[in-house]
């Protein structure tokens, strides 16, 4: 068994070699040779969760080929390693074949003689998350203990903690860059300015706008509410452009605090500020050739518009840290819910940035302001999330578009967007009715229309949308639409009065 001061030795040669910023393929490979020649463990396996597609993967191991090694890939919850991702609690397992929980997912224990083997999952960390898994296997010895195992093998982990986590955002970024190139052809076939929902006037004018100004190089600043569809807008302008082939960079300017966001834009340097063990490239740098699209660019800081201007004037800055100027060749395109100009008075955004920006403004209009794309925007989103869902809806009731037309949408075409999917998952009959939408849409703040607090008046609106129904299944025909009820003809000419429901307009 090792002895401490042989443990400690180990840990001053790992720390020697992190102190010299070397490479994590060494430190890992140093922390796994002292697993296995020092420790004596039969199996070691260093595992990553990758938070954006929630897989836990073998990234290093001894005691396995690499066939098993690919195998050993779980899910959170599954399996031990699984479960010490999920809840950040290490796992021993004196007995691997007693344990029902142990999947054997590599298939490295087929023998009989394996059953016997025991089995230690640490959770890696990194501040409160849980950022991937160490793990060995002991064969059965006399006098060896398992909780000095667990003590060794969690130092272990600690000292991988910072490693573990860097590397976990190189396989995340290599992988969003992967998945951005792939999406650029879907993309380009998707955000063309004819597939954007609109036929108002109102959105033709800022189609015509699109079209004039997506051929140039030219700066653009987007205009318009939130959730008006600005960042629609961008994409379309790029994938109309010449550089529809290159990337197209999104950044929201008001998601990060204004630390971060400095390093996201223009990328660090090794050694820039604690943490920042290797190169990183921005967005602008990543950009190189395309476009950028900056959102929410009101809410930058003045720092970061003075360095944004240069970037703008000259094509160049420095990544932070360093004192290498780095050219690139991008279009920018920004957007904003704010007024800059008030802003400016203010003081609280740059006059010469905003010049800059405002070389081709295109005003998205609010969804109030352009009432006829209601229903074609709700008959596409009632489409896509009809799909999506699987949840067949062949269309909107009556009834139903009434109450989104009367409605003020103060969350434009996103709120809408929102309101259809709720619809669609509410459907029972293929068909979204008012009842299906939610109660701001039908209430007397939010549409202008009477109160409908009482159930004399729920009831009311519920039988006026009953009688639409049926009475357009129905073509019309009073004899029939009543048939259909369970009423009389009589009842329902009386019903159909009392609503002022006009029932020619459905007759064929």
């Known amino acids: 068994m090792m002895r401490q001061e042989q443990f400690l030795g180990k840990l001053f040669e790992i720390g020697s070699a992190m102190v010299e910023d070397a490479p994590l393929d060494r430190i890992v490979n140093l922390v796994l040779a002292t697993m296995e020649l020092e420790l004596g463990f039969r199996r070691g396996m260093l595992t ?34 699984g479960r010490v991702v999920s809840t950040g609690k290490p796992v021993v397992v004196p007995r691997v074949c007693e344990e029902p929980q142990f999947l054997n997912r590599t298939g490295a224990r087929k023998d009989a003689d394996e059953g016997n083997v025991s089995f230690l999952c640490v959770p890696i960390r990194m501040g409160r998350e849980i950022t991937g898994t160490l ?5 059965p010895e006399p006098g060896i203990s398992l909780d000095n195992d667990l003590r060794y093998l969690s130092i272990l982990a600690a000292v991988l903690s910072r490693h573990v986590y860097l590397h976990q955002l190189e396989h995340e970024e290599a992988e969003m860059e992967e998945e951005n190139q792939r999406l650029q052809n879907a993309l380009k076939e998707k955000f063309r300015p004819s597939n954007i929902v609109g036929h108002s006037k109102e959105m033709q004018i800022v189609f015509h706008l699109i079209e004039k100004i997506a051929p140039t190089q030219t700066t653009v600043l ?14 379309a302008i790029h994938y109309a452009s010449q550089r529809a082939d290159k990337p197209f960079i999104k950044f929201n300017c008001a998601a990060l605090p204004e630390s971060i966001i400095e390093s996201e834009l223009f990328g660090h340097e090794r050694g820039a500020f604690t943490g920042a063990t290797s190169q990183r490239r921005g967005r602008f740098e990543l950009a190189d050739g395309g476009t950028i699209f900056l959102d929410e660019i009101g809410e930058l800081s003045p720092s970061i518009q003075t360095k944004l201007l240069r970037v703008l004037q000259e094509h160049e800055f420095e990544r932070v840290g360093g004192d290498k100027t780095i050219r690139v060749d991008i279009r920018v395109i920004a957007a904003t819910n704010r007024d800059l100009r008030a802003e400016i008075q203010v003081g609280h955004f740059r006059e010469d940035l905003f010049y800059r920006l405002y070389v081709f403004p295109i005003t998205v209009p609010p969804l109030r302001e352009r009432r006829s794309d209601i229903v074609p925007l709700a008959d596409h989103f009632a489409g896509h999330f009809s799909t999506t869902s699987g949840k067949p809806v062949r269309r909107i009731s009556e009834p139903a578009i009434e109450l989104l037309m009367a409605y003020n ?3 434009n075409v996103r709120e809408l967007e929102n309101v259809i999917e709720r619809a669609v998952i509410l459907s029972e009959d293929g068909v979204i009715h008012g009842y299906n939408l939610p109660p701001s849409l039908q209430t007397a703040e939010s549409s202008g229309t009477a109160s409908g607090g009482s159930l004399e008046e729920s009831v009311g609106r519920f039988e006026r949308e009953l009688i639409l129904e049926t009475l357009k299944n129905s073509h019309g025909n009073l004899a029939r639409t009543a048939r259909s ?11 159909v009065k009392h609503y ?4 020619r307009k459905y007759r064929e």
């Open 222 to 235: 987007i205009l318009g509410e939130s959730g008006v569809g600005k960042e629609l807008v961008a994409q």
């Open 48 to 81: 990553i969760h990758n938070r954006k597609s929630g897989e836990i993967f073998i990234d290093s191991s001894f005691g396995l080929s690499e066939k098993e090694a690919a195998r050993g890939k779980y899910r959170p919850g599954e399996g031990i390693t």
């Open 409 to 411: 949408w103060p969350g």
């Open 135 to 139: 793990s060995a296997d002991r064969s």
């Open 500 to 503: 002022g429901i006009n029932a």
């Open 485 to 495: 009820l369970g009423t009389t003809e009589r009842v329902l000419g009386l019903r």
